[in-house]
């Protein structure tokens, strides 16, 4: 059944919820799915656990594999999670506060209490540094060496482990950055650098310093990934050099320029591009034109439009609150996944997210321990999932859960005479929670949704 040597391309991709294969054999056209639990702990493990499902299921071993891709969401819910590497920053002096000054802008105006995200940077990890160059690259004051130095050795001394590098219009001459960049190689080896004349040589301070933050923050955890991945891989036999790794803008980067080389920033919408990219091919391939994708996981909806057959992209995007500038898909993520948890607030109204239990303990129907209701409990109270066939048949659900979890969580609030009827009203608030967000989205974008085709895709979508 393998087929070959190296005739197989596998795509994975690491969910919430789960971890997704796809296995194509180029000669043969033969294409086999695998889908297993992710472990959250370490993302690498669900990778390795659907490479040998393939193996026992089809026979399709590490040697048998031409090319693998990876789209993965690590990098976000580091982000997310706030469990990146211990930043310091390095700035032209008098502009430590670039930080928390930012624009000065906020995205709700109106909103009098917002707070900013926690920043990735402490203020204490600021350190300015005398060095001028103005907008034309022309030098007014030289690098201060010595406080260079002395800059480095304390943020070393602090634990800092990433350090990023961001001084006034490095994007006309980067000197003095690539001059900090020779001092941190000496005094803090093995440290991870980040320069903004690298990561996004352009006009905008606070666009520029906040893109090289959140690449300085995420590198050393996705480096840290994919060297345990490739270690793993090899292990298992897979030595192909053709292994990539999905970029934001839906195209792909090789794993040796994802490892230490700078372009963390640019796989932040790993996981999403690839579904987005995917309605593109069927726009091609089915004689669509414009369509919008739809991918419902297990924990959030990702939405997209595909106009003329392209995804419509940006170039500077918000995620999680911080800005970033990157070619990238133009996704938006609500909360509606498989394992959006539903509950009845204080004031009694039934919500739908954004919290989600994930796959471990997962819905109630798993019966891995979760007690709270989800959008897949309700799907399985109203007959849509077949509790003896889940996961490919490897995994069996339990309806009895699902509904003792609808009843706790919506229906006894709401006095609802059936877990049915709980779970046929969460199910309309989360499709109406879509519905509202979709069309908010093509209302920004000028788009017409009228001339648009749906499709819904993930684990999720076809319910």
């Given at each position: 059944?393998?087929?070959?040597l190296?005739d197989?391309?596998?795509?994975?991709?690491?969910?919430?919820?789960?971890?997704d294969?796809?296995?194509f054999?180029?000669r043969?056209g033969?294409?086999?799915?695998?889908?297993v639990?992710?472990?959250?702990?370490?993302?690498?493990?669900?990778?390795m656990?659907?490479?040998?499902?393939?193996?026992?299921?089809?026979?399709?071993?590490?040697?048998d594999?031409?090319?693998f891709?990876?789209g993965?969401?690590?990098?976000?819910n580091?982000?997310l999670e706030?469990?990146?590497?211990?930043?310091?920053?390095?700035?032209?002096?008098?502009?430590?506060?670039?930080?928390?000054?930012q624009t000065g802008?906020?995205?709700?105006?109106?909103?009098?209490?917002y707070?900013?995200?926690e920043?990735?940077v402490?203020?204490?990890?600021?350190?300015?540094?005398?060095?001028?160059v103005?907008?034309?690259?022309?030098?007014?004051?030289?690098?201060?060496?010595?406080a260079?130095?002395?800059?480095v050795?304390?943020?070393?001394?602090?634990?800092?482990?990433?350090?990023?590098?961001?001084f006034?219009?490095?994007?006309?001459?980067?000197?003095?950055?690539?001059?900090a960049?020779?001092?941190?190689?000496?005094?803090?080896?093995?440290?991870v650098?980040?320069l903004?004349?690298?990561?996004?040589?352009?006009?905008?301070?606070?666009?520029?310093?906040?893109?090289?933050?959140v690449?300085?923050y995420?590198?050393?955890?996705?480096?840290?990934?994919?060297?345990?991945?490739?270690?793993?891989?090899?292990?298992?036999?897979?030595?192909t050099?053709?292994?990539?790794?999905m970029?934001?803008?839906?195209?792909?980067?090789?794993f040796s320029?994802?490892?230490?080389g700078?372009?963390t920033?640019?796989?932040?919408?790993?996981?999403?591009?690839?579904?987005v990219?995917?309605?593109?091919f069927?726009?091609?391939t089915?004689?669509?034109?414009?369509l919008?994708?739809?991918?419902?996981?297990?924990?959030?909806?990702d939405?997209?439009?595909?106009?003329g057959?392209?995804?419509?992209?940006v170039?500077?995007?918000?995620?999680e609150?911080?800005?970033?500038?990157?070619?990238?898909?133009?996704?938006?993520?609500?909360?509606?996944?498989?394992?959006?948890?539903?509950?009845?607030d204080?004031?009694?109204l039934?919500?739908?997210?954004?919290?989600?239990?994930?796959?471990?303990?997962g819905?109630?129907?798993?019966?891995?321990g979760?007690?709270?209701?989800?959008?897949?409990?309700?799907?399985?109270?109203?007959?849509?999932?077949?509790?003896?066939?889940?996961?490919?048949?490897?995994?069996?659900?339990?309806?009895?859960?699902?509904e003792r979890?609808?009843?706790?969580g919506?229906?006894n609030?709401?006095?609802?005479?059936?877990?049915?009827?709980?779970?046929?009203?969460?199910?309309?608030?989360?499709?109406?929670?879509?519905a509202?967000?979709?069309?908010?989205?093509?209302?920004?974008?000028?788009?017409?949704?009228?001339e648009?085709?749906?499709?819904?895709?993930?684990?999720?979508?076809?319910?």
């Amino acid at each position: 059944m393998g087929g070959r040597l190296s005739d197989w391309r596998i795509g994975v991709d690491v969910g919430g919820s789960f971890t997704d294969l796809v296995a194509f054999n180029t000669r043969s056209g033969e294409l086999k799915i695998e889908k297993v639990p992710t472990v959250k702990a370490d993302p690498a493990v669900g990778v390795m656990d659907a490479l040998a499902k393939l193996e026992r299921d089809w026979g399709v071993g590490g040697g048998d594999v031409e090319a693998f891709l990876h789209g993965t969401t690590i990098g976000t819910n580091a982000l997310l999670e706030m469990k990146g590497a211990r930043v310091g920053l390095l700035v032209t002096g008098g502009f430590r506060a670039i930080p928390q000054v930012q624009t000065g802008s906020q995205p709700r105006p109106f909103l009098l209490f917002y707070h900013r995200p926690e920043g990735l940077v402490q203020p204490v990890h600021v350190r300015d540094v005398p060095e001028r160059v103005d907008k034309s690259g022309e030098v007014i004051t030289r690098l201060d060496v010595e406080a260079t130095r002395r800059a480095v050795r304390a943020l070393r001394d602090d634990g800092v482990t990433s350090i990023a590098v961001s001084f006034l219009f490095s994007y006309a001459n980067s000197s003095h950055e690539q001059a900090a960049r020779r001092i941190i190689e000496e005094e803090h080896p093995g440290c991870v650098i980040s320069l903004s004349s690298e990561i996004m040589p352009r006009i905008r301070e606070w666009p520029r310093m906040s893109t090289t933050l959140v690449n300085a923050y995420l590198e050393p955890v996705l480096t840290a990934y994919l060297r345990s991945l490739d270690q793993q891989l090899a292990e298992r036999d897979v030595t192909t050099s053709q292994r990539y790794l999905m970029q934001s803008n839906g195209g792909v980067m090789p794993f040796s320029a994802a490892i230490r080389g700078g372009r963390t920033h640019h796989t932040l919408l790993s996981g999403p591009a690839a579904g987005v990219v995917s309605a593109a091919f069927l726009c091609a391939t089915q004689g669509f034109r414009n369509l919008v994708s739809l991918d419902i996981g297990g924990t959030s909806a990702d939405v997209a439009f595909v106009e003329g057959g392209v995804p419509v992209e940006v170039t500077q995007g918000q995620i999680e609150g911080r800005t970033v500038y990157a070619p990238m898909v133009d996704v938006e993520a609500v909360s509606a996944g498989g394992g959006t948890i539903a509950r009845v607030d204080s004031g009694g109204l039934l919500r739908v997210g954004p919290d989600s239990a994930g796959s471990d303990p997962g819905p109630a129907c798993y019966g891995r321990g979760g007690m709270e209701a989800t959008i897949t409990d309700a799907d399985m109270a109203l007959g849509y999932l077949d509790p003896d066939y889940f996961l490919g048949g490897a995994m069996s659900l339990d309806p009895a859960a699902s509904e003792r979890a609808l009843m706790e969580g919506v229906g006894n609030p709401l006095g609802s005479r059936s877990p049915q009827e709980a779970a046929w009203g969460t199910i309309k608030v989360i499709e109406v929670k879509m519905a509202d967000r979709i069309l908010a989205l093509a209302s920004e974008k000028g788009i017409s949704l009228r001339e648009f085709s749906l499709m819904a895709g993930g684990g999720a979508g076809p319910l």
